[in-house]
């Protein structure tokens, strides 16, 4: 099921799902991964959204993001039990069903052996027209619907799979960053910054105070996709400092 | 500036503004102490979105989110530097402008003293129409207008924050929590726990499975703002299951 041939993406959103999250029982912590791992391939993540395990939302934010991005990774809610309502969210949001996937219904039945019951089969459920994505190191695929990957919400198995996503999926091109850290507060620093923003349109110029370690006062990042562009917004702002201020 | 009455608040949402939150740079931290803190005071979290420093961005979804639900509390792009578009945005989502608010305008004067610069004074701006709302132990007071709270992003203020929030917000009851540890598979548990939801329809049972942890399988939660209701769920379900699956 793996493809040799990775899809060009431009950009995603994400789709947190579990009341968990928003009852602060459990901390969210895919976001963070996904982010990292769609920045290192170049796509960009452009929004997140986390919502209760309520099928009728689900629906509808599958279908507006799905609509409005590339691609959409959504996160939780893929168990058997009341609360996992996921697939079926997600069926809806492109007005199908679900049904039970062959080979999924194969990998159940042959893990669980003699014990396996129709509850244990749904874990083999699909939205109708879903293809699987696997890789080389991941046996158990990932349901895919339309440009939807739905990913489980357990953090382990999250990260696993995203190294499927890593095998079918790039972006146009790599985004270089470069960081400074300086010992200048930001207010200071804000007439300087708005000189190299100006200077330089095509770098994302970032600027963040630290407030609680004394190692360094402001953070500034650069991001743009033409390297040499990226290291002439970083000198341009060198250039601009006053003597003494970056910590090397 | 501190209510002696506490406002009720039912739902509230989140709107966590941040490049570096879906570049990967940094990791979200405030929505957990937010969750958290509004399920003790009784207030129900229904979303939280995650989205860039984009001006026009934070005003529809200010406007959306505001519209939509009781309170609504951002978190970042507060600061002076050109990615900072918060309270312009929130402005802009209520149509208003902005404007530099003399309470805040003395407060960074005194902070500064004679280093004080316009600059600094962008610290002060609020949208016209704004209140601030502070309390005995956080001295700087939080932006609120109509019914956005403007927080800071910056973890440990977002957190010194939330003491203001508890200070003048509260739901219409306490949520009552109880939990259940078992080693039994979540598949295996389905069919009691459809049982019990069934039964005790008020209740809000959460199923959790444990992938990576001997100490249990699947963790049940009960929630419910009536305790006798909430206990009578968590005797059903524990009538249900088998002898020593429990972790007591």
């Known amino acids: 099921m793996a493809s040799s041939v990775r899809?060009?993406?431009?950009?995603?959103?994400?789709?947190?799902?579990?009341?968990e999250l928003l009852s602060g029982k459990v901390e969210e912590r895919n976001l963070a991964p996904l982010a990292t791992s769609l920045r290192a391939l170049g796509i960009r993540l452009e929004r997140a959204l986390i919502i209760g395990d309520d099928r009728a939302a689900v629906a509808r934010e599958v279908r507006s993001l799905s609509a409005g991005h590339d691609v959409v990774f959504t996160s939780g809610g893929v168990g058997p039990t009341h609360d996992d309502v996921t697939l079926e969210g997600v069926a809806d949001g492109f007005a199908v069903a679900t049904e039970i996937h062959p080979h999924l219904a194969g990998l159940v039945k042959s893990h669980y052996g003699a014990a396996c019951t129709p509850d244990h089969l749904l874990m083999a459920?699909?939205?109708?027209?879903?293809?699987?994505?696997?890789?080389?190191?991941?046996?158990?695929?990932?349901?895919v619907m339309r440009?939807?990957?739905?990913?489980?919400?357990?953090?382990?198995?999250?990260?696993?799979?995203?190294?499927i996503v890593r095998e079918h999926l790039i972006g146009p091109s790599q985004i270089v960053s470069r960081a400074?850290?300086?010992?200048?507060e930001e207010t200071d620093l804000k007439?300087?910054?708005?000189?190299?923003?100006?200077?330089?349109?095509?770098?994302?110029?970032?600027s963040y105070p630290k407030w609680f370690d004394a190692s360094y006062k402001t953070?500034?990042?650069?991001?743009?996709?033409?390297?040499?562009?990226?290291?002439?917004a970083?000198?341009?702002?060198?250039?601009?400092?006053?003597?003494g201020v970056m910590r090397r």
Chains 1, 2 share one sequence.
């Open 125 to 143: 459920r699909v939205p109708v027209g879903a293809q699987l994505r696997a890789s080389p190191e991941v046996q158990w695929p990932t349901v």
């Open 7 to 19: 899809a060009i993406t431009r950009n995603a959103a994400a789709l947190l799902i579990g009341n």
């Open 191 to 206: 007439p300087l910054l708005d000189r190299a923003v100006a200077l330089h349109p095509c770098i994302e110029i970032g």
């Open 147 to 163: 440009n939807v990957w739905v990913m489980p919400g357990v953090p382990e198995l999250f990260r696993m799979k995203l190294l």
């Open 180 to 184: 400074l850290f300086t010992q200048m």
């Open 234 to 243: 970083v000198e341009e702002l060198i250039g601009l400092l006053p003597a």
């Open 219 to 232: 953070k500034v990042t650069f991001d743009g996709v033409v390297e040499s562009q990226v290291e002439a």
